[in-house]
């Protein structure tokens, strides 16, 4: 039998009254005060977790409460009882600041690793189980969007339009033992003087070319090249992926925040999100050697992508919407990876 001392709060009542407590080894709850007392058994009451030097309570399913300063009499109390483990271990923990300073650590570390490398394989799986009808309505939102904003401009030069056209069916010759025809590739040009040379691609099969990209280029090898890298995002989902990943370090951040009634708001500005995220300097990379890779093996040689790129890097219009190939690896770093594509036997 445990005897415990505190206060009592009558439900119903703002009253308070010293009370005393019998507590037998199955749980129950004997409660005397005034001239009067309650029984509850082990069923009928829930105890709160220790917080610091704070009082123990109990709750009771009645709504009445109990309230005592007596912690080592309480703790005796809590040995009795199946749960009485856990919340010696929290109080252990709380009561050690080394401890706690450790677990939390251990929780930033497990949340970076995990965004870090498990969110990628997350991402990756997840983008190509993805329907095809909901990657194009993604994307055709996406298109939208941006020629709401007025960066995009209808295109009327028949020249350019069967120029870029040619490119990009060679391309797709060039890549066809790689292509996925669950996608739907479909070239778009369109006149953008706010944008200046770049093309992109949306995550359905859809790839946009501006007419100033299309005039950059020197030859019809270097738009090749850059539609295969755009092919490439396509073929690896690079654009859901991206997607996701960024919903996940959202996602993260709500939960550690406990604001996760957020999360509806990010749900309606996904296609938003499609054309504005960029791509990892890695996919940028892969999409690269990719690229070089098929022109390699095709015989044009990965020199048309070299010139495409510094053409690129020297002709980026210097406003924040186009720069694009500011989270793109340097030009030297890609040239030297796109180099030692030829040197591989």
């Known amino acids: 039998m445990i005897e415990l001392e505190g206060i009592l709060y009558i439900s119903g009542s703002s009253q308070s009254f010293d009370a005393s407590v019998s507590v037998s080894e199955s749980g129950t709850f004997v409660i005397q005060f005034e001239n009067d007392s309650i029984t509850y058994s082990s069923s009928q009451y829930e105890i709160e ?28 109390y809590e040995e009795t009882i199946q749960s009485g483990g856990f919340f010696r271990f929290v109080d252990w923990m709380e009561s050690r600041w080394p401890v706690a300073l450790g677990s939390i650590v251990g929780v930033v570390a497990f949340v970076f690793v995990f965004l870090e490398y498990g969110m990628p394989v997350v991402a990756e799986y997840v983008a190509f189980e993805v329907p095809q009808a909901v990657r194009r309505a ?8 941006i020629e709401q904003y007025g960066l995009l401009e209808e295109s009327y030069s028949m020249k350019l339009n069967r120029k870029s056209t040619a490119a990009f069916e060679r391309a797709l010759a060039l890549a066809e033992r790689e292509v996925d025809h669950g996608f739907e590739y479909e070239l778009r040009v369109f006149k953008a003087p706010s944008i200046g040379p770049n093309a992109f691609a949306l995550p359905s099969g859809i790839v946009v070319a501006t007419e100033e990209f299309v005039e950059l280029c020197e030859n ?9 890298h755009e092919i490439a995002h396509v073929e690896l989902q690079h654009g859901i992926r991206s997607l996701i990943q960024d919903a996940g370090v959202f996602l993260m951040a ?9 999360l509806g708001g990010m749900a309606a500005s996904l296609p938003a999100l499609a ?3 960029r791509y990892s300097q890695s996919f940028e990379s892969e999409a690269d050697l990719y690229a070089g890779r098929i022109l390699e093996e095709n015989g044009i040689g990965a020199e048309a992508m070299k010139d495409i790129l510094i053409l690129l890097h020297q002709g980026a219009p210097d406003i924040e919407f186009a720069q694009f190939l500011s989270t793109h690896p340097g030009l030297k770093k890609r040239i030297e990876a796109l180099d030692a594509i030829g040197t591989v036997e």
């Open 254 to 262: 709500s939960l550690a925040l406990g604001d996760l009634s957020s």
């Open 138 to 145: 993604l994307s055709e939102r996406s298109l939208d969007s």
């Open 49 to 76: 977790p220790k917080l610091g030097l704070s009082d123990r309570v109990v709750r009771f399913s009645d709504g009445t409460r109990f309230e005592t300063k007596d912690h080592e009499a309480f703790s005796n």
């Open 220 to 228: 019809e090898e270097q738009a090749v090249a850059v539609f295969l």
């Open 275 to 277: 054309l504005e995220s």
